[in-house]
């Protein structure tokens, strides 16, 4: 029987999971289906319930349901439950509800599909302390780099995912600007930058070291200005695009047994953003 996949979010229209996921299953020959739903708040426990009798396989969820559809659930995979918030639910064989988190992982097979697996005891800069900062932290933690300082404009927000990672420091976002040297990883994940955003930097990044690593999760624009500075002083950039496809890739591998063709989906979506630029 054909097998039917969502993502649920309040706004949906936006969102490029379904055409990401349709292309893998006609790629990969996959009898299946996925569409946009939107859901708003207050529906969200009937949504699930829908979704349960109607025998979906699995669905995505995105803002704002991430936490709140744990009650929801049956079961929860460790880093989803560190994070307290789920993007994608299983049907298991036995019909159970499973939450897992792909954001995070899918950052860090991005990173390192960039730059590999020797750097993990390089000193990491998080920049921020949002909801997207905190699942990479901890999927870099669980990935086993073990040297993470979070800077954010509201400390006490780092400070909160270093206390519940037992590891690392929090710092300000000036304290981030004056000891730039001092990281060798910076992973940019404000919304710094974005085409409709307000805010083009987080800091300064007049003593950005060089030879550096710069990651940013904005992908539209590409290129953001994070990048492009740090690009001028000579680092290895990597772009947002590959986290959103990899946590997609992630999910799908979830529900269906195998990874997806990454590689071909970030050229896609890369020429649909109107870029021709690659991670480099
Ligand atoms: P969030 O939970 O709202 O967190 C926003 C973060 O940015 C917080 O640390 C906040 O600091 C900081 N911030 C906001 N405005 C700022 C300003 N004017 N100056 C300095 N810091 C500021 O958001 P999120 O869910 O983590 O998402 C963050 C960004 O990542 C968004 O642009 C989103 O589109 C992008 N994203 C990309 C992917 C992907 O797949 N590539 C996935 C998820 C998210 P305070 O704590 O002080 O408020």
Avoid: C
């Avoid at 954001?103 to 949002?130: M, Y």
């Avoid at 740090?230 to 990874?259: D, R, S």
Wanted: aromatic share 8%; no cysteine.
């Amino acid at each position: 029987m054909k097998k039917w996949f969502a993502v649920i979010g309040d706004p949906i229209a936006q969102s490029k999971s379904p055409e990401m996921h349709n292309a893998w299953y006609e790629e990969a020959n996959v009898d299946a289906t996925y569409i946009p739903i939107h859901v708003k708040p207050e529906h969200l426990q009937q949504a699930v319930a829908s979704f349960k009798l109607l025998g979906t396989s699995g669905w995505n969820v995105t803002i704002p349901h991430k936490q709140a559809i744990i009650p929801f659930l049956d079961e929860l995979d460790e880093l989803a439950e560190k994070m307290g918030a789920v993007n994608t639910v299983v049907r298991t064989a036995e019909g159970k509800l499973k939450g897992y988190n792909t954001d995070g992982p899918g950052f860090v097979k991005s990173l390192e599909h960039v730059i590999g697996t020797t750097k993990r005891e390089a000193p990491v800069l998080l920049i921020g302390a949002g909801g997207a900062a905190r699942g990479i932290a901890f999927a870099l933690q669980l990935t086993g780099y073990t040297n993470i300082t979070i800077a954010n404009r509201t400390v006490e927000k780092a400070q909160q995912i270093i206390d519940e990672l037992h590891a690392g420091q929090a710092v300000s976002m000036q304290e981030a600007e004056q000891s730039l040297a001092n990281y060798e990883i910076f992973i940019q994940t404000t919304p710094a930058g974005m085409t409709t955003g307000d805010f083009a930097l987080p800091f300064s990044l007049e003593k950005f070291p060089a030879g550096a690593i710069a990651a940013d999760i904005v992908y539209n624009p590409l290129m953001t200005p994070f990048l492009q500075a740090a690009e001028q002083k000579g680092a290895t950039i990597v772009n947002g695009l590959g986290m959103f496809v990899h946590q997609g890739a992630i999910a799908y591998q979830h529900w269906l047994g195998h990874y997806p063709n990454t590689n071909a989906m970030i050229a896609r979506l890369t020429a649909q953003l109107g870029g021709n630029y690659v991670n480099r």
